[in-house]
């Protein structure tokens, strides 16, 4: 255990060193072997070159005690990479080796962070290989790009963090003095994640970043931060944000990250949504926690949102409603309490507030956004059961229309004639 501890402590204190300093970075021009060595600068490869599908049985000869990574184009330094990650770590290729840290460090993670520092043509390449979904082995590589195509994420889950993941993320950006990158370690305010949202001033290019930690198995926290560029820095301390209080240069929600999963995503993964952004309005929607408490401190998500519009020179805080992706008919309530898809219809359950409940549903091919199909309100739960982190693991609505019971629990509809009888019985299905 001390043994595994000390190479922990080796593998992080590597981590920030190769993190900690930012650099401009330019086309690799020698042929040391300690330097990626680029011979033909390749933006994009043609869509019919083959694919790397299985990669255990591919051995790549490197000399990690000097980082010796040679490639002639950015397409087989793809390769090469997705190679080492294959073939590194004992959790099917996560990309670090529990039993031996340092080496996993030198293998994968340390040739890719000198070749993003090091080539500045990584900023046009889109490493669709790398982050390939369909390949099981390259599926927690995440590259995020803006629009304009100035400022770039790569980052990846190591996995030391246990129920507190760290994240590792380099940053690469564009200006008008050159292109240049920094890595960043375990720090959601200043990473981005699954979005960059651009917002356009007379003078600046505000890049909104929305992210998200998760503290344990049960807690997390919403983030959304703001930067510019500005030549060869970074600026993260804009005051872009005016709540009803005072002017802020980020949002944080503190929120049960486990009871949103249950409520919503676990039962489609569409419905993965906290921080939202409507471009038709330029309108944010930061997420509300509910009233009610959990053991654990913190609130569970709502689905009513805290509302930003920009007003051409910052988000000003306007009022609370429902997501604009809902039907305006729907977006009053309390809180969302269930949602899920079956074969024919999506249905999702609102609170209401003293103690009644509202059933909404859509055919088969509708969104939230259109009319509902079915709206049923003054339902009652019949009962619930929660864990001993004060989730609810399952529990029943029911509502009556013309005579007809309409009973949801968990994750299945079930329909009852005026006599009793199932007439209708379907459970989800997970997208």
Partial sequence: MNKIISLLFILLIAIFAACGKK????????TTINAPVLIKTETETNENEPEIEDVTNHQVVID?????FHYKNLLEAEQLLIRLWANVGTEGGLGLDYDNPENSYEKFVKPFVKTILSDTSTMNYTFKRLTKKKNKYNDVISVTTSNNGNLRFYSWITPYGGTMPDVVTITQ??????IFAECVSFDPERT???NIWEIETTNQTYYLLPNWIRGDS???VAYLNVVTIEGSKLNYNHKFFKNKDEFVNNLSVPYNCANWFFTAHAHNKEYNWDIA???KTSTLYIPIPSRDIDNLGVGNLSDQYSKYKFNGKYFEYIGQDGGFWLHPSIRKFDKLVNIF???KYTIRIDYMGNDKYRYVSWNKGKSMGDKPDLVIENGLK???IKDKYDNIETCRYSFINAGYKYICERDTLTICDKNGKVILLQKKIIH
Avoid: I, L, M
């Fill in 23 to 30: 650099q401009e970075v330019k086309p690799a021009e020698t």
């Fill in 64 to 68: 990690t005690a000097n980082v010796n």
């Fill in 173 to 178: 950006f564009r200006s008008d003095s050159g």
């Fill in 192 to 194: 981005g994640g699954h």
């Fill in 218 to 220: 049960q807690r997390g």
């Fill in 277 to 279: 952004f409507d471009d």
């Fill in 341 to 343: 898809t079956t074969n």
């Fill in 382 to 384: 019949e009962y619930e």
